[in-house]
């Protein structure tokens, strides 16, 4: 695409965050113009690096155009936007982050991790407490109980009390509820 375009003398290359076709391509595209600050306005340089600034299935998408059709920087942008602007278009909303579970062989530090991580993510954007209350309301009865208590606290004080109770369930200090249930229907199928 630019094959001609030269860097200025003695600029050293950035390093580029690299973006794999998942998150907010218009935040790449932000932070990828921050990082070229130093060269000017030059919008054939910013086309010809761009390709070093992706990964994966974005570097794939842009390997398969053709650059021919990218006059101006503005046309590779848009072309980048309509590709992966789906990313925050589609991106979760409350309801579903509400709903997301443990998985039975995840621990719940890995649980709470993946569940910021698409909080996040979700549109629109909410505060900490905000966040912290939806984690909270997501839970089993037996974290939940235990877990309104520290509804204020910062999320990682919530995992720390997400931890403990996890670890009372294992140890039988605290009743699995579900153990409970799958117990009582038992029992109350043969009569008893």
Not at 103 to 123: G, L
């Given at each position: 695409m630019h094959p001609d375009v030269e860097l200025p003398e003695g600029y050293k290359l950035p390093k580029f965050e690299m973006f794999n076709g998942i998150g907010d391509p218009k935040a790449h595209l932000r932070m990828y113009c921050d990082k070229l600050v130093g060269i000017g306005r030059d919008e054939r340089i910013l086309m010809k690096l761009f390709m070093r600034s992706l990964t994966g299935e974005a570097l794939s998408w842009y390997i398969e155009q053709d650059p021919r059709k990218w006059v101006?920087?503005?046309?590779?942008?848009?072309?980048?936007?309509?590709?992966?602007?789906?990313?925050?278009?589609?991106?979760?909303?409350?309801?579903?982050?509400?709903?997301?579970?443990?998985?039975?062989?995840?621990?719940?530090?890995?649980?709470?991790?993946?569940?910021?991580?698409?909080?996040?993510?979700?549109?629109?954007?909410?505060?900490?407490?905000?966040?912290?209350?939806y984690f909270i309301r997501a839970q089993e009865p037996q974290y939940y109980d235990r877990m309104m208590l520290v509804a204020e606290k910062s999320f990682a004080k919530i995992i720390k009390l997400g931890e403990r109770i996890e670890e009372g369930i294992k140890n039988r200090i605290i009743s699995n509820l579900e153990a409970l249930q799958a117990t009582n229907k038992a029992l109350q199928s043969r009569g008893m």
């Open positions: 101006e920087w503005v046309d590779m942008a848009t072309d980048f936007m309509n590709r992966f602007g789906f990313n925050v278009e589609n991106a979760a909303d409350w309801f579903y982050i509400q709903n997301l579970r443990k998985k039975p062989n995840e621990s719940f530090r890995d649980y709470a991790i993946r569940w910021r991580s698409e909080a996040a993510r979700a549109r629109p954007p909410m505060e900490e407490s905000q966040m912290n209350d």
